[in-house]
């Protein structure tokens, strides 16, 4: 075709398209939601790649570097941006350190750096201090600390004031955002940080690092926090934890015309040292001169970044698919509601290419119209919501970027969706006679029977080849996209089986069809539309299969996967049972049982727990274990004796038994494991440590190992031998040789405690023990699966959204139809009757095949996962409430909501004859 020829097709399809502006908007829309959620994602990524020079900012602020001691004395490789990679570099066997790492492990650090750097160079302390415990309404929060002088412009970038003022006296702090949500105070209120009861800080303003926003952060001014602290922590009150490496770190102004090159950098890591130079950063060195670059790689694992593609290419091939789907009918209903004029113009001389380009004339027009709505829109939603998505991301903008050739791609993919739904319309329309068209005829064609075969034949492969990955390709074989060739076989059958039922739909609308002569009138009118317009039927169910056949899947498998947790979780204790882990004894223990007890209402007896342990020399212990068969998997906590009286039994070990109790007073060793008890009723203790000790003069040494039986009672118990071997009163076990170690309490009320009270109790606990523990019972907790949750929502508005534009356009279609029924008589609630038929037709139909096809992923890589070494059986389980709502209740309720919001009569309109 001419180009002129092409103007004249995009001419009229634009005019058609403005005539039909229903139909151009509902296509356009589709066109365009796709297009807004691709837009507002690429222009949030490219937001977030930092510049080099915004991303040195953020770690030097406004000064010129940043040096941070890595590790003096041993030589470091880093990227030019240390903060983006750097490590150690191991010494080899038989080399003698250099001066440089004599140097910089002898040397002060700070008159190192100084020397390293060039005269004049001022340094500014930038190190973190101790995690510490801040007071609050909510209880005891965990924070970091650090100094700085927030008026200093150096900060600027790295650490921003945005809220209220500066810390500018003695006690005033500022914080970040997330230690305000945290522990639920507010500017200008006081706190006290563990260690520091004493002395109250006010919150003057908010801060926050650009790159972690959700960092729980206490900002205090130079030297009036981080020393305290520390010396705190050496004086061992329970204060705060120090880093498990502390570095010091110096912001550094240079000199005016002083400067820092790659030299320099590796100057300091010849010391242990890490600089981030601006300058560098800027201009970095080729990454041949980078040895980071080169040894680095080797740790590099491309799999992340490989799995994020293939997820995101799925995603958007599936969304494609689906788009193409739905607006195939539209493009469909428009070329029929046309076909007079498209006959006129083959009737005038136009070529059946000519009348196809009308068609996909539509399609480019639309598609160019929802690409560019969708493109504007989704960036303008972007700026409007940037700091909302700043905050949910945790990372401030660098910039807000609008790249041209990403909308411009973006733009085109959704430009190529519509041409690709109105192929097959303008292929139709092209092979439709003139006669017909003039007429306003149209032949009904039987379903392709190649076609059928086809899919029934790709069908049997897809599910044989999952299957077979399943049970016959071996694991962990280097696959694609970071998974290996099992679970990609797996993946590639259930993709051909659900083709093949998407190549069987329309013969499967068609047999629904010839089924339809035994039905009332409003059924048998309906079930026979939708089978004589199978362009229109077959895509839109194809549509609600493949949205159902992803929500199964994912549902099989999570509720599958979940259920197999279920069963492998091993409780701490009974439900309910409120546990004190703690390490301190006497009166400390004391006034932490009563605090809690004080803290939490309604915990009944308490249980005084410790461990049994031998003693073979002074700050000498082991733990004693019984002796039987290997561990069993999943214990609650590695094997022990437990020590406590009658109490403890009923808290911890949920055993009522008078005969237990008796033996147990009797300084009996109760036992909750059949097999570690042996046919003479007794137990082996296992003492381990003794051959260790020192001895005294003519003592004889203890082997290492020693096993001793003991008098046992067994109390056939399985779950209460998930929570320990067994049982012994504290009083007895001197009798043996043995002591007990404090190691806490254990309370069993009616109902467990909620959650903030459990939260404002161990923060009680924590001030008076920083070690202790305060843990509550409360069974298996399923983890929400977001997931399966949003495929579930996806698929219930793409089964009612594909069900509602399919029965939208066959209403619209057969007006001639509805005017000759309302013609010889029918009831108007024919055309109620069949919308809502038809819309529940499409909707089950897709439901039922997509539940059928969503199986096979989900069981295969079920069966994958369970057919490793050692791997239990799998378990196959059905989220049976969401196949309920999405293969029955949302195919109802499709249908009522059509047949509610379709018009009983319709105008009579003029047909031709």
Request: hydrophobic share 45%; charged share 20%.
């Given at each position: ?51 080099p ?12 570097a ?27 066997p ?11 492990a ?8 100084a ?15 101790p995690?510490?415990?801040?007071d ?5 929060v965990?924070?970091?600390?650090t ?5 200093d ?11 209220g ?9 500022a ?12 500017t ?19 801060v ?26 050496a ?29 320099a ?8 040292y ?16 980078v040895?980071y670059?080169r ?6 694992d491309p ?9 995101v ?21 428009g070329?029929?509601r046309?076909r ?32 560019v709505v ?12 940037r ?9 401030r ?7 041209p ?36 005829r ?6 392709s ?27 962990d074989?280097p ?40 039905l ?15 362009s ?8 609600v ?11 099989v ?11 492998d ?7 309910g ?22 803290q ?9 727990l ?14 004693v ?6 561990e ?57 440590g ?19 039986p ?66 509550v019972?409360r ?22 959204g ?9 209403a ?23 919308a809502?038929?038809?819309c ?21 890589l079920?069966?994958s ?33 059509a ?15």
């Amino acid at each position: 075709m001419r180009f002129g020829a092409w103007r004249v097709a995009l001419r009229i399809a634009r005019r058609d398209a403005l005539r039909a502006k229903g139909r151009s908007a509902l296509i356009a829309a589709m066109i365009a939601l796709p297009v807004l959620g691709v837009t507002g994602a690429d222009v949030v990524h490219r937001s977030g790649q930092l510049t080099p020079a915004e991303r040195v900012e953020r770690v030097v602020g406004g000064a010129d570097a940043l040096v941070t001691s890595l590790a003096p004395g041993t030589p470091v490789e880093q990227a030019p941006i240390a903060e983006d990679g750097a490590f150690t570099v191991p010494a080899r066997p038989g080399d003698k350190p250099t001066a440089e790492q004599e140097k910089g492990a002898s040397t002060d650090p700070a008159a190192l750096v100084a020397a390293l750097l060039p005269p004049g160079s001022a340094l500014t302390p930038a190190r973190p201090g101790p995690e510490a415990g801040a007071d609050s309404p909510e209880g005891l929060v965990r924070t970091l600390t650090t100094e700085a002088d927030l008026g200093d412009p150096i900060w600027r970038g790295r650490l921003d004031l945005v809220e209220g003022r500066a810390p500018s006296a003695p006690h005033e702090v500022a914080v970040t955002r997330a230690f305000l949500d945290r522990s639920g105070l507010k500017t200008g209120a006081t706190t006290t940080l563990q260690g520091l009861e004493r002395t109250g800080y006010t919150i003057t303003g908010v801060v926050e690092h650009p790159s972690e926003l959700g960092r729980v952060e206490l900002v205090a001014r130079p030297g009036e926090l981080i020393e305290p602290l520390n010396t705190a922590l050496a004086a061992g009150g329970p204060v705060a934890e120090k880093p498990s490496a502390t570095r010091s770190g110096w912001l550094v102004r240079l000199p005016s015309g002083a400067s820092l090159d790659w030299a320099a950098v590796q100057r300091f890591n010849a010391h242990g040292y890490t600089l981030t130079a601006r300058s560098v950063a800027i201009a970095p060195p080729p990454e041949q001169a980078v040895p980071y670059y080169r040894d680095a790689y080797r740790y590099h694992d491309p799999t992340a970044a490989n799995n994020t593609k293939m997820v995101v290419a799925v995603v958007s091939g599936m969304a494609l698919l689906e788009i193409a789907l739905l607006a195939g009918p539209a493009f469909a209903v428009g070329a029929r509601r046309s076909r007079r004029q498209l006959a006129l113009l083959g009737a005038a001389g136009g070529s059946r290419a000519h009348v196809g380009a009308v068609v996909l004339g539509g399609g480019v027009v639309l598609g160019a119209t929802g690409a560019v709505v969708g493109v504007v829109l989704g960036t303008a939603v972007v700026a409007l919501l940037r700091p909302r998505i700043e905050q949910f991301g945790g990372v401030r903008f660098g910039h807000f970027a609008v790249p041209p050739l990403d909308l411009l791609a973006i733009a085109g993919i959704g430009l190529f969706t519509a041409l690709l739904a109105a192929a097959l319309p303008a292929l139709q329309a092209a092979r439709r006679s003139v006669t017909a068209g003039l007429t306003g005829r149209d032949t009904v064609r039987a379903p392709s029977r190649l076609v059928t075969f086809a899919g029934l034949g790709l069908l049997v492969l897809g599910a044989v080849l999952a299957m077979y990955g399943a049970g016959a390709v071996k694991r962990d074989q280097p696959g694609a996209g970071g998974y290996d060739t099992r679970t990609l076989t797996v993946l590639g059958g259930s993709v051909t089986a659900e083709i093949g039922l998407l190549l069987c739909t329309p013969m499967l609308v068609a047999l629904i069809g010839r089924a339809a002569g035994r039905l009332p009138l409003g059924p048998r009118l309906a079930l026979r539309d939708a089978a004589r317009h199978r362009s229109r039927t077959a895509p839109a169910v194809a549509a609600v299969m493949a949205a159902v056949a992803g929500a199964v899947a994912i549902g099989v498998y999570s509720t599958s996967t979940d259920a197999e947790d279920r069963r492998d979780y091993r409780p701490q204790a009974p439900y309910g049972a409120v546990q004190l882990m703690t390490y301190v004894d006497g009166p400390r223990l004391t006034e932490e049982r009563a605090e809690l007890e004080k803290q939490l209402s309604g915990l009944g007896p308490r249980g005084d727990l410790g461990q049994v342990e031998y003693r073979f020399c002074d700050n000498c212990s082991s733990v004693v274990q019984l002796q039987g068969p290997p561990e069993r998997r999943g214990l609650g906590s590695p094997p022990h004796i437990a020590a406590g009286d009658v109490t403890v039994l009923h808290n911890l070990f949920a055993v009522h038994d008078p005969a237990a109790e008796q033996a147990l007073a009797a300084g009996k060793l109760l036992v909750f494991d059949r097999s570690l008890v042996g046919a003479d009723g007794k137990a082996v203790m296992v003492l381990r440590g003794g051959g260790g000790a020192p001895l005294q003069p003519g003592e004889v040494p203890k082997p290492d190992v020693q096993e001793v039986p003991v008098d046992a009672v067994l109390v056939d118990n399985p779950a209460a031998a998930d929570f320990a071997q067994g049982l012994a009163l504290p009083s007895a076990l001197p009798a043996l040789g043995l002591t007990s170690r404090p190691s806490g309490s254990v309370w069993l009320p009616a109902t467990p405690p909620d959650r903030k009270a459990q939260q404002r109790a161990a923060a009680a606990a924590v001030r008076l023990d920083r070690f202790a523990t305060l843990e509550v019972e409360r069974g298996y907790q399923p983890t929400g699966d977001a997931l399966s949750l949003a495929l579930t929502g996806f698929a219930a508005l793409v089964v009612l959204g594909a069900a509602g534009i399919a029965t939208g356009l066959a209403a619209a279609d057969s007006r001639q139809d509805q005017a000759t029924l309302a013609a010889v008589g029918a009831p108007p609630r024919i055309r109620r009757s069949m919308a809502g038929l038809q819309c529940t037709l499409i909707a089950l139909l897709g439901a039922l095949l997509g539940a059928v096809n969503g199986f096979v992923p989900a069981v295969g890589l079920l069966k994958s996962r369970a057919s490793g070494f050692g791997a239990k059986p799998a378990l196959i389980t059905a989220p049976w409430g969401e196949l309920l709502l999405i293969v029955l209740v949302l195919p109802v309720v499709a249908g009522l909501l059509a047949a509610l919001f379709t018009r009983s009569r319709i105008p009579l309109g003029r047909r031709l004859s």
